[in-house]
């Protein structure tokens, strides 16, 4: 009971708290806990009433929504209740810390973990500016998700089961941000990974769901591997895995060194499994399987992010290693364009934003790469915002889509957009909100996406061209890479918007008559998240444009806001930059230009995109899927196949070691493994059947036999 | 004397032990097995002769085992008999693999 308390009163220990008072941090965590194991108890009874019915020879009857089940009615208010008591918490301590000024981290112990000789785990949480960040969005973001689930999955029979999943998420995505070393970090890693298969494959009667599931639990454990080697790389050179020390001693290391070298690699492999990089992305856009608030708060705003929170954590060793830098960058340059490409071309309204999500993943990851960590959790931040809002958007066009489609017993896709069309006649609220999300992340100036977006841009340059920068060249690319890849990202979700909710309808005019707009229980998370989309951009404006145009002369408050606020952590990482690499650029690569020049431009491009995406995909006549013949050809057909990643990764991994196992199953084990061991058997049997023919069942031949061995040991003892 | 004595008992210990391998009527296997052991009954007395006392004393433990080994055994071979109508141990081999 005295760990009870402890945890209830935050530890009390702090390393060096300044004025920062934690309050019940530990109850952030545990909310969440709490939510999942009262969800999950009401999930199993649900299961066994629902499964007792089956055997009656019914169905559960879920009844309208006057007379529901207890079972269906108490997770609305447990389920968003936790999240939104977590979220206050949160709220409080970031308020705290907001006015401490807090240099080192708060450190609050609950209990040792693991105690082996010299290695020891504290069971921690670290609470510092990059953590709050994490758990401002998390909780934030998450508890509107939580709140439009109540309408989204209303009708669903494992509703309990659906929010026990995702408060446990929660709560191992809080103990991912919030553990104070690379162990407790990796049991959040893990547990979030188990939470999203547990997610995509809600659906699991579905068996193309339940595959989808897999794959994400398989191509995630490919990049824990080398989570775990760093980790490993970590102790045997440090002792420790803990943050703190790690960071302190880690400025001993050589610069370029190939440890830090190898260490970053391997960290950089786990986040490349985790958040959707090339070339372990293959998971995502399946994991659009999974209900669509699942899609918006794992596979958008929170887990895949998961990677980039990792680098930014680690800002010291990555600084160190130049190398590691540059590949951080240039696989999110790679994996930004190739997803923004493949993107273009589908017609999955959930498929586009999953492309569109691991392009977005790819311009975090050029931030973190180009040392720009604060930039990169600023896009982070803005991305949560306006992607959880345009998957919300989605999910409340899928609804919509469904229960019309529902209405008629057709069978058509409700999520293909082909047969979407003209739904702002219908939805309105939905459509102002999902066109402010679309600016947002084409990055159009004054939305929240153009600020981070830009950043990571100007970024680029600056890190590329500093004094003593190395791979100058690989940099200069990476902007060109990145530069397309907003332009491409203009156009696929103008196109998205276009398809979706102007020309005329294609629903059916049955069907279209029960289109409708989203309760309140769903517009209002929409809502609040646009109000985000929107002005979530100003807390982190640039010095160089906060008094010019972008910053309306200085009228936007909160001039790099978040830089600052991070600083206390990003510090020892510029300060490795700074000494190594020298002067920063201060123009564009290639063509030179100031900040806002070119903000300036990227701003005015991406908008023109959108106004001439508007017209020309406007003036297409799109058909609904039954009457669509129409045959891609050459490149576009290329782009609507995803480049046949899938099939290349099926023919030369997947099948071979389909093969291989076989071979090991069939061969190995039982042919040989087996074989030996079934001949043991064998042998044993057949000699044993040949010895008891001696058990003749004759008396005087046991009596001879017991002679003649009396005799011969006689015999034996007279020589 | 001893060597007599230990002669004869060889000679009627051979003969019971031939007695039990070559005869088929359970009685008589059965008391040859009884002659056996008053074989060593005689070696024990013989020897008695040489190392005192213990030898004698012996041969009352082997009456006594001998006596209750002959009620159990007779027991069982009445018992037989009255299944099978026979003493004839080639035909009690039911017991075997």
Redesign the interface.
Known sequence: MASLAALLQGGGQTADGGHFEPFFPGLVVILPLLGFLLNGILALQHARASADAVRGGSELDLGDSSSRPVTHTLPTWIGPGVMGLAFLITLVNFTRMFGAHLEEPVIVHYWTWIATGTFTVEAALQLDQLSMIMMMIITGVGTLIHVFSVGYMRDDPGYPRYFAYLNLFVFFMLVLVMGSSYALMFVGWEGVGLCSYLLIGYWFSDREKADAGKKAFIVNRIGDVGFLIAMFLLYKNFGTVDFVPVFHDAEALIYGGGLVTAITLFFFLGAVGKSAQMPLYVWLPDAMAGPTPVSALIHAATMVTAGVYLVARSSVLFALSPLTSAIVAGVGAITALFAATIALKQNDIKKVLAYSTVSQLGYMFIGVGVGAYAAGVFHLMTHAFFKALLFMGAGAVIHSMHEAYHSTHSHEDAQDMRNMGGLKAFMPITWVTMWLATLAIAGIWPFAGFFSKDEIIWKIGEFGGAENAAYSGVYAVIWIIALAAAMLTAFYMTRMMVMTFHGTNRTGEEEARNLHEAPAVMWVPLAVLAFLSVFGGWVNVPEALSSGWAGLGGLLPMGEWLHHWLEPLTAQAHHIQEVNLGELSHSAPLVGGGEALWAAISTLAALAVVAITIRVVGGQTVVAVKEDKTQLTGFSRLLYNKYYVDEFYDRVIVQPIIRASRFCWKVIDAGFIDGVVNSVGWISKGSG?IV??L??????TY??IL?VGVLFILGASLF | MITEALVLSAILFVIGTFGVLVRRNAIIMFLCIELQLNAVNLSFVAFSRLYGIEGQLFVFFVMTVAAAEAAVGLAIIISIFRHYETVNVDSFNLLKW
């Not at chain 1, 058990?695 to 005087?700: A, P």
């Open positions: 059947w008891s023919m058990q003749t069942g004759t008396v005087n009596a001879f002679t």
